[in-house]
């Protein structure tokens, strides 16, 4: 397990996108991916071994009232994870409180669910397992470095 990214809710996505490009040394165009999931639009940019994720949303949406009663800032730590549905059956076995009963979809074609902040001292976690990369890690080829890949 480890950091996935880290989700910064915003007011104005185009003003957020602006100062973090600067923030993260003028990073081109390439290194921004967006997205628009439901009722949030999100901006996601590498930044080292992790990346950033900026979040808005529209009127009426979860991150719209985040930002009404909380104003922008950090919104969630995400952690990436294999096999998210028996993490999360561990996480309640161990009385850990679970936002989602279930693994749902969210953006670049992974399966969330989050952490209720009242068990990881106030601190909203969303768990994150990328389809591709949990199949690879249980590909024994991947393991040894091959990748399931002929051409190297």
């Known amino acids: 397990m480890h950091i996935d990214h880290i989700a910064i809710a915003v007011a104005d996505l185009e003003a957020a996108i602006d100062t973090y490009r600067q923030l993260l040394g003028g990073a ?3 290194n921004l991916r967006r997205e628009t999931v439901g009722d949030t639009e999100t901006a996601f940019f590498s930044a080292g071994g992790t990346e950033i994720e900026l979040v808005h949303g529209e009127e009426g949406s ?3 009232a985040f930002l009404a009663k909380r104003g922008p800032g950090l919104h969630h730590l995400a952690l990436r994870v294999d096999h998210l549905r028996s993490v999360l059956e561990g996480l309640r076995a161990a009385g850990i409180a679970v936002i989602e009963p279930a693994p749902r979809a969210g ?4 399966s969330v669910a989050f952490i209720h902040p009242r068990a990881t001292q106030g601190v909203l976690v969303e768990l994150v397992e990328h389809p591709a990369l949990s199949k690879q890690s249980r590909d024994p080829k991947v393991q040894d470095g091959d990748g399931g890949n002929e051409e190297h």
């Open 107 to 110: 953006s670049r074609g992974t």
């Open 62 to 64: 979860v991150i719209a």
């Open 28 to 30: 081109d165009k390439s």
